[in-house]
């Protein structure tokens, strides 16, 4: 993967589009292996977390990008932007799940005078593209809520007191990030209350009715949570 220098810059856009950047999870089920937070753990001497975020900066689709992460490690995400050259972003510290960091991350923006698009992405989806930003921008335009999905190839089957059956695999998608929504209408959700259930925030929106998208999302876009899937990263962006 290669990535151009890093030149903080923003386009002109239809409506001001706003990133949010979840890397408040403690990884856990990699933790083990690795001895360090996955969304810090080096790629070729890079943490992982900021091969997305250059992108989203090269991408010049966002006119602000923040950054939610544990609040112990507010000055270690600092240290890491100076690292590698990259600017002071506003940091904030997240819940104890998705949903508070993402509720966290909502209150900071209330101050924001106008109306935008918020960009919520996983940090340890590393190798999304520039190129997907943009395509997502583009795309979002029509819609009060989106997000990129992945047609299931595999036959899936699934398995109950009473035995095993299979479904149908065509009307089945693996949900990715970055998810798209109207501000307004995301907020007025976690104001109102929603199921803390919830793995990610598209499902709010189409349970609230509203005006939901899906698009074709990239395979390479894969969430890292396990050893395996770190590997296959590895192994794509030639590290040993």
């Known amino acids: 993967m290669t990535l151009t220098p890093c030149v903080l810059k923003f386009k002109m856009i239809y409506m001001k589009n706003i990133l949010v950047l979840l890397l408040a999870g403690e990884g856990l089920r990699l933790y083990s292996a690795i001895k360090v937070k996955k969304q810090f753990y080096q790629i070729n001497g890079t943490e992982m977390f900021v091969f997305p975020l250059k992108q989203a900066i090269q991408s010049q689709v966002f006119s602000k990008i923040i950054l939610v992460t544990n609040s112990e490690d507010i000055p270690?995400?600092?240290?890491m932007l100076f690292k590698n050259g990259l600017p002071s972003f506003d940091i904030i510290a997240g819940g104890n799940s998705r949903n508070e960091s993402v509720q966290k991350a909502?209150?900071?923006?209330?101050?924001?005078?106008?109306?935008?698009?918020?960009?919520?992405?996983?940090?340890?989806?590393?190798l999304i593209t520039s190129?997907?930003?943009?395509s997502l921008e583009k795309e979002c335009q029509d819609a009060e809520a989106l997000t990129p999905v992945?047609?299931?190839?595999?036959?899936?089957l699934k398995k109950t007191d009473s035995g095993i059956n299979y479904l149908d695999r065509k009307d089945l998608f693996l949900v990715q990030t970055p998810q798209v929504f109207d501000y307004r209408k995301l907020l007025e959700i976690y104001e109102n209350g929603?199921?803390?259930?919830d793995t990610d925030d598209f499902k709010k929106a189409v349970v609230q009715?509203?005006?939901?998208?899906?698009?074709?999302?990239?395979?390479?876009?894969f969430k890292v949570t396990s050893m395996s899937d770190l590997k296959i990263l590895k192994a794509i962006m030639g590290d040993k």
């Open 76 to 79: 270690l995400v600092k240290q």
């Open 106 to 126: 909502l209150m900071v923006l209330k101050s924001e005078a106008d109306d935008f698009r918020i960009f919520i992405h996983d940090a340890d989806r590393v």
């Open 131 to 134: 190129d997907f930003f943009i």
């Open 150 to 156: 992945i047609p299931l190839q595999d036959s899936i």
């Open 194 to 197: 929603y199921d803390q259930n």
């Open 209 to 221: 009715g509203l005006k939901c998208k899906t698009v074709i999302g990239d395979a390479l876009n």
